[in-house]
């Protein structure tokens, strides 16, 4: 007689814009593909990304104040649980209001469940505090952290005993067919949210134009959408920018434009484990980024798949800027790298750890 497959919650905030929500909506074909029933619940109603699964949409309907709104979904989520019966829960949210996840360790009641990490900022996720942090998450609370750097942080001033690392994997991507326009300009690539605050968009408009790769016929281009998106045209015309920087429209599927950069940038003040950086590497394309907390470090080899400068060096960045675009040699050697760099990230690969992590939390269960 066949066993009925393990039901598995995916909680995320929504669907949309983000690199943890991407990273959500990847997980759940990575369970899709193992042979799990993936429950896809996203607090708000905001889905741009492909997802396996059902999907049960708590943003749908939002007729209440905003503490009455909190309390109704809280209450549909647990309900939607035992309805469902399902008994582990993946909790892909940023969690950095106490009272909050007091309510949601409610919900969460009589189940297991995995805390996703997905920054090095920790605040994000967890109370500064270490002692409110163990009166919501016992030490023996499973967390996955997407990076080592975030997982030894995590250990060293929480003292969790259960903190894993497992990486984001590489997404499906479409087959795609190199253009033969040689009309358009070279450019290179920065992709993600519009958000000056965490992604540091000054420092790369700045090294762009210290490096003079402009004046060689080199465009820069910037694809996101976000809060600081007029400060960002603002301070392009500052520079005296308008004609060599576009800014393109938020892409659920940026695949395309990805693959025809010269190469991508990452000027992050901090990361967990950059999709960006990730998605840049699984289509050929080298990446020039900061050694930010955390993640780079991880995936760019300097000289191999991209290069890799100090955190805040404008000249170091601008220089790198300059060398991977002029010099043909490191250029080609970075982009014939790049793929076969991130193959420990296939979805094989991570399918094994999730399973692995998912099989022993089932066990703890029964």
Known sequence: MATAPQKIAIVTLTLAKGGAERVAANLSFILTHLGYEVYLITINNALDYAYSGQLFNLGIEEKQSSWLRKGSKAIRLKRYLQDQQISVVIDNRTRPV?????????????????????????EN???????????????????????????????????????????NSIPELPALIPSDSTTEKPYILFF???NTAVKNINLLLEAFKLSGIHQQGVVLKIMGEGPDKEQILSYIDQLELSEYVQ????????????????????????????????????????????????????????????????????????????????????????????QKSIEHLSLDAISLDWNHLLQTTYEKHD
């Open 125 to 167: 996720y967890l109370p500064k505090s270490v002692f409110l942090a163990h009166f919501l998450y016992p030490k023996s609370t499973q967390f996955v952290a997407v990076s080592k750097s975030i997982a030894e942080r995590m250990k060293t001033k929480y003292g969790f005993d259960c903190v894993q690392t497992i990486y």
């Open 192 to 194: 993600g949210r519009l």
């Open 98 to 122: 106490f009272w909050k996840e007091v309510m949601y360790n409610w919900v969460y009641r009589n189940r297991s469940v995995i805390y996703l990490i997905h920054s090095f900022k920790l």
């Open 247 to 338: 800014i393109l429209p938020f892409q659920a599927s940026p695949f395309a434009v990805i693959q025809q950069a010269k190469f991508t940038v990452l000027t992050s003040h901090y990361e967990g484990f950059p999709m960006a950086i990730v998605e840049s590497l699984a289509l050929g394309v080298p990446v020039v980024s900061v050694d930010c907390q955390s993640g780079p470090a991880e995936l760019i080899q300097s000289g191999e798949n991209g290069i890799l400068v100090p955190n805040y060096n404008l000249q170091a960045l601008a220089d790198a800027l300059h060398e991977l675009n002029t010099n043909v040699v490191l250029y080609e050697k970075c982009k014939k790298n790049a």
